[in-house]
């Protein structure tokens, strides 16, 4: 799973879109000011004027759009979300409203037409720009189309798709079987969609000549890179829905309350509506259980009510008299949605060699600084670390756990020797000169590593001043500290307590990596 930063709780946004119409409802209004749908209601007894504080309601919402210009209502509703979808986070877009009032014409739109292009071709085309505008962010991009029908998933894409299962996971859903397309160009995206669509289920019937009987989750996933160096980057990943739900119906204004398929359509639509409304509900009331499960639409959609997603709703209208009862019904929807809150999420995937790298540099930087202030505390001057890499900071490591492990060293040091300075670690090879005292040696560019033998140890350490090469070299004093029991200074931490002792001239001390 992604990591990510700090939760930052957001709430569902609501665009309405006023679908154009002939005979428009004298009782539906709309305050542009406020962002407010108002509907008169008729009163149900006695007649007579309405009480415009009693018989009206206010759906107030975050902005709204009778404009039949697609570019229009992309710009204002659905740019902002994908802009966010390629800085990192999920979104989701959701067209809701009942039958016949524009959901599939602002999602899918005339893929023939370009000016009639739907907020899919649109999202797409915006997000190749981006592609094309950054080329070093590697935007990889995957497209998966699925379509509810009947509650039963399809895979628009992929007909051979069988057995599609939703899969929740740790809070994430997703569909298990699904195929995910990768694409590399607009064309390609585009491709697909238009592949997709000629799957998907339209039939005829008196409200709309080609009516969507199913709802549809086309969803782009993102991985982009995020860094300075090429070889230095986070990966980050989002996904975008595009949900085209299927419109609610009265079976009696559809004409299909006759039975046949359509009525069984209408009904199967209407109940997955229903039961998404109930999740809603028990969501904005707070309850301890949300019926997500109940339908296929509720279950795929619980991460952009109630997850790690930035959602937005665009509600169609249609404000003919003749559907206000839908007009009102749907608008309901909208307001309870709108109140409900999501988090989001910036999600970075961290490579693990580069985590591993990173705790590397971190755990050096560390012991660095232990080692600085145990300096301080010494009255010792600080050691350089300079030439210190995470490549020869392994090699070291492993070479003075053996010079620890040995018993016999005296007679493997000649072999580690040549080892370390294949490896240009030591300087080069030269016959070990037996010195007077034997071991602990100190010369102009290094120091022997080791513990002197009795007769070689110093009685009392501190009784002279150390010149200014054991200063330098002070850390090789460590030896003969340790091997003191009373110095209890560095107790811990260091393996020279084993007290090797052999005549290797390393560059730098390492001793307190170990
Ligand atoms: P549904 O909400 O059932 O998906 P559609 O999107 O299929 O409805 O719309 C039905 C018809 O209404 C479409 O063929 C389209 O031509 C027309 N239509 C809907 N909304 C608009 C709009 N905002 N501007 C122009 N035509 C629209
Ligand atoms: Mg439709």
Redesign the pocket.
Known sequence: MPSGEPLSSIGIKVHV????TAKPSPMFHIEDQTNTVLIDLLKQNGGGAPESFVDQIAFSVNSITQ??D?SE?YESCGRALVKDFLEGYNATFI?Y????????????G?MKVNAHRGFIARAIHQIFEEKEADPGSGIVLYISYLEIYQEGMYDLLNQRSKDLMIIEESGYVYIRGLAKIPVETEAQALMCFSEGEKQRSYACHQ??????RSHTIFTLCMEKRVGRFKTEYDTVVAKLNLV?L??FERLKKTNTSTGGRMRVEACSINKSLCLLEQAVYAIKQGQEYVPFRQSKISIILKEALSGNCRTELIL?L?PEEYFLDETIKASRFAQRLKVLRTFSIHNKKIDCCVLNERRHAQEIANLQQELALKDALQGRPGLSFDDLTLENYSLYSRSLKYLCELNNYEGKSMQLEKVLSEHGLVEPIEEPQETESGVGELTNQGFHVGIAPPHARPHNPSASKPSPDEIHCSHLMLDYKEADPSNDVWETGSSFRNHVSCNITIRISFCLFI
């Open positions: 879109r006023i679908r154009p404009s039949t697609q209502v067209a409203g009942q039958v016949g009032s524009g959901k599939t014409y602002t999602m899918a005339d409200i709309n000549q080609v009516s969507s085209d299927a419109g169609c249609w």
